[in-house]
């Protein structure tokens, strides 16, 4: 009978032991799928000109808010454009920093943006622009309302040349060889 009094207090002291060890984690965190962001360009009609490729000044500037999720969570921000028959298959997308909630651009860099989609120079088109807001890659992301912006980017044209008789090289081909990239 000591016995089984002993082996019945042993286990009764195991057992109350492993329940005093648990302990509640914290308050679970869980998200209500998100609340996007409101987005606002600061014109929908920004005009790019090749005299104006080397100034700074922003032609277009475009301000959001922030998602909200139900809890404080580290966003992650995309300002994605795409063209207005694309759907945003393709979009071009620029990855915005922590907490920066305003993007300038200046002629040259937007007219760039432009050009990445493929959109022809000196055709006036309708592109689209918004916020894809993420705070995980399993969690799909939410996207701000959509911005029509009419824009005519402009190709910039470059030129290689290739040496010709002053270094007593003969030029097999056409007279007057070079290279141009459209962009």
């Known amino acids: 009978m000591k016995t089984i009094l002993t082996k019945f207090l042993v286990l009764s002291g195991v057992t109350l032991l492993m329940l005093s060890a648990c302990k509640k984690d914290g308050v679970l965190v869980t998200t209500n799928g998100g609340t996007p962001g409101a987005l606002t360009a600061s014109s929908t009609t920004p005009v790019l000109s090749k005299t104006s490729l080397t100034d700074p000044t922003a032609v277009v500037t475009f ?7 139900g809890f404080n969570a580290a966003v992650t921000n995309t300002l994605q454009i795409d063209a207005a028959n694309d759907n945003w298959a393709k979009p071009t997308s620029v990855t915005l920093g ?3 909630f305003t993007q300038s651009y200046a002629t040259a860099d937007f007219n760039n943006l432009l ?4 959109l022809a120079g000196g ?25 029509t912006l009419t824009v005519t980017p402009f190709n910039l044209a470059s030129w290689l040349y290739v040496t010709g008789a002053f270094s007593n090289w003969v030029n097999p081909g056409a007279a007057e060889d070079s290279l ?3 962009t």
């Open 123 to 147: 055709t006036t088109t309708t592109v689209k622009v918004r916020i894809a807001s993420s705070i995980s890659s399993s969690i799909t992301p939410v996207y701000s309302n959509v911005i």
């Open 180 to 182: 141009l990239s459209a």
């Open 98 to 100: 922590t907490k920066v």
């Open 63 to 69: 301000t959001f808010t922030q998602p909200t999720y």
């Open 115 to 118: 050009l990445k989609l493929g």
